[in-house]
């Protein structure tokens, strides 16, 4: 027994407001004497079984003890005997009493039914798990003003130890689209329950808006059950299911060579690059949403572990073709997130049917060793297909590296000055036409110094006299580059300078082809410079840069079977040595930092 709720039928009874019960037991009858104070509000009787789903017929009888003779019915008594509905009757304690069956005034309802699937991907646990966007949503619509009580409980029947954890989120929302902003959420969240492994979880508020959207799930991922979700109010009340998207999930990790770091770095380049592209039978725009989320194995539980993440960030680029942007410009950004120490971030943006797009996520400093997921989020609309993937060296830039130092007798300085043909220089080959991008880097946290550099078809010695095939500009920045150059087959020598001579400092030569490019090394072509007398093959050779690249590929095939190849007796071709003064030559793909 307890008391009523101003006339409506009670939905929610917490252990404090029962005032008596009986013992459930499998007998005739049960009877209970309780002493209830003078109430300007009714109180309520709830006839039951122990267990749901068992039927019979019943009847209820009330009689004031302290003005009937024991073992006799009270005057007016009222017997009810329903058939259908559990009744909740009302008995009010003044002089007289009356019985009476459920309120007139009854609350108005909304159920809707729905699965934690993991075939489905709708069983990503609560929000302390970073799969809690996949649960299902729902939007609940009211009126402002409305008292609302909300039910979630299993729709099946089970075993007490067959239950897990359940419990809802509700969202004060603006827009009906399914949430996917953690941060937002957690800032729209106007109420949840409490997780509990039982049969049902409630809450109960009071709307001051029209739409919410509400999330129910288990606490952890995983967790499979069909449940159902109810919404009693007492206005109007709709509950309705918003479509579950489509979501494309992959795995990666920044380590090693692909730990760029964010823009500011110039480095970014090396980093795990995705692409996007989208193909339908509409020429519209298409609504997607791409989330980072780093160390997602990583739980926090404690102030302490927020200290352990690091701050992420996440770029999208418009590209041509498959192969990623290597300049970025501000037309070329599509979208981009602010980078936090959060677990994870995200960005919404609209893409184009046929347009190809790159996509970057990154730490905001370079030399971060991470795992990751990323995820994207978009509406499964007929005639229409959205591909994401991670890009390969097979389909991207081909990638070689050289890394030196201008120091002592090596710091010539550019073409004007005494000392051009002291600085380090590099020789490269390739058997095929090639598009080559060059980038000259200088560590950003030494001192920068004016810096370019030449490119000379050929493999002679650099010299003043020499015409370069392409000179950039001499510039005090951390990055001086050209672009999209030309080359048709042959060996190549690139010599990056300083302006003035005597300027020391250490630098990276990035080289990015659309075909492989051969190292040649220097001291080799010193060597080969020094034989007097050169077999009749090899000066051929050295007169017709084609095949020189043609031998250089062919040597290097004969290397990957394990050949032992020598041109001359004094001097061989190889990709792993050094010489003085010019650091070594490194194909990216390969180097592990």
């Given amino acids: 027994m307890t008391s009523s709720d101003q006339g409506y039928r009670r939905l929610t009874m917490e252990p404090e407001e029962v005032l008596a019960k009986t013992g459930f037991q499998q007998v005739k009858a049960v ?48 017997a009810l005997s329903p058939r259908k509905k559990m009744p909740i009757l009302y008995a009010t304690v003044a002089n007289k009493f009356f019985l009476s069956p459920s309120p007139s005034i009854s609350w108005n309802q909304s159920i809707i039914t729905g699965d ?27 009126t402002p003003g409305a008292r609302i009580y909300i039910f979630l409980k299993f729709h099946e029947k089970r075993a007490h130890e067959s239950l897990f954890a359940i419990g809802f989120y509700v969202f004060e929302v603006d827009s009906t689209s399914k949430i996917i902003d953690e941060v937002k959420a957690r800032e729209m969240m106007v109420s949840k329950s409490s997780f509990t492994k039982d049969y049902e979880v409630n809450k109960s508020f009071k709307v001051n808006k029209e739409s919410y959207i509400i999330l129910p799930s288990s606490l952890d991922p995983g967790n499979e059950a069909h449940f159902q979700l109810i919404a009693f109010s007492d206005k109007k009340v709709r509950l309705t299911s918003i479509g579950d998207k489509k979501t494309i999930k992959l795995t990666g990790e920044w380590k090693g060579g692909l730990t760029g770091g964010c823009l500011i770095n110039n480095q970014w380049r090396n980093n795990p690059y995705y692409s996007l592209f989208c193909t339908s039978n509409s020429k519209s725009p298409k609504n997607i949403t791409i989330v980072l989320v780093q160390s997602p194995n990583f739980k926090i539980k404690t102030q302490e572990d927020l200290q352990q993440l690091e701050y992420i960030g996440l770029y999208v680029f418009s590209s041509e073709g498959s192969m990623r942007p290597l300049i970025i410009t501000n037309d070329t950004v599509v979208s981009k997130s602010k980078f936090t120490n959060s677990k994870d971030i995200l960005v919404n943006l609209d893409i184009i049917p046929g347009v ?92 920068i110094l004016p810096a370019g550099f030449y490119l000379y078809q050929g493999n002679e010695k650099p010299s003043s006299t020499l015409q370069p095939y392409v000179r950039s500009n001499f510039m005090r920045s951390d990055e001086v580059y050209s672009q999209n150059v030309e080359l048709g087959p042959g060996v190549y020598t690139i010599v990056p300078c300083t302006f003035e001579p005597n300027m020391e400092g250490t630098f ?78 490194t194909d990216k793909r390969d180097r592990r930092d």
């Fill in 356 to 447: 190809h797009y790159t996509i970057l996520p990154c730490t905001y400093f370079p030399s971060i060793e991470k795992q990751y997921e990323l995820e994207v989020f978009f509406d499964e609309t007929p005639g229409t297909s959205i591909q994401v993937k991670k890009i390969d060296t097979d389909s991207d830039w081909k990638l070689l590296t050289f890394e030196g130092e201008w120091m002592g007798r090596t710091a010539g300085g550019s073409h004007g000055f005494g000392g051009f043909e002291k600085n380090p220089y590099f020789v490269f080959a390739t058997h095929k036409q090639a598009i080559v991008n060059v980038f000259l880097l200088q560590d950003s946290l030494q001192s």
């Fill in 508 to 585: 990276t030569v990035n080289l990015y082809s659309t075909v492989p490019l051969t190292t040649v090394r220097s001291q080799e072509v010193n060597l080969m410079e020094r034989i007097q007398e050169p077999p009749k093959k090899l000066s051929m050779i050295m007169k017709d840069p084609t095949a020189i690249a043609d031998a250089l590929a062919n040597i290097e095939e004969q290397r990957r079977k394990g050949s032992n190849v020598t041109m001359t007796k004094s001097a061989s071709l190889s990709q792993s040595s050094s010489f003085p003064g010019s650091g070594s030559s």
């Fill in 116 to 142: 934690w699937s993991k075939a489905r991907n709708t069983a990503g646990g609560c929000m302390n798990n970073n799969s809690w966007r996949n649960n299902t949503q729902y939007v609940l619509q009211t």
């Fill in 31 to 78: 009877n209970l004497e309780v002493k209830l104070e003078r109430n300007p509000h009714p109180y309520i009787i709830i006839p039951c079984t122990f267990g749901p789903q068992e039927e019979a017929n019943f009847v209820l009888t009330v009689k004031l003890i302290d003005d009937v003779p024991q073992g006799q019915a009270p005057k007016g008594a009222a």
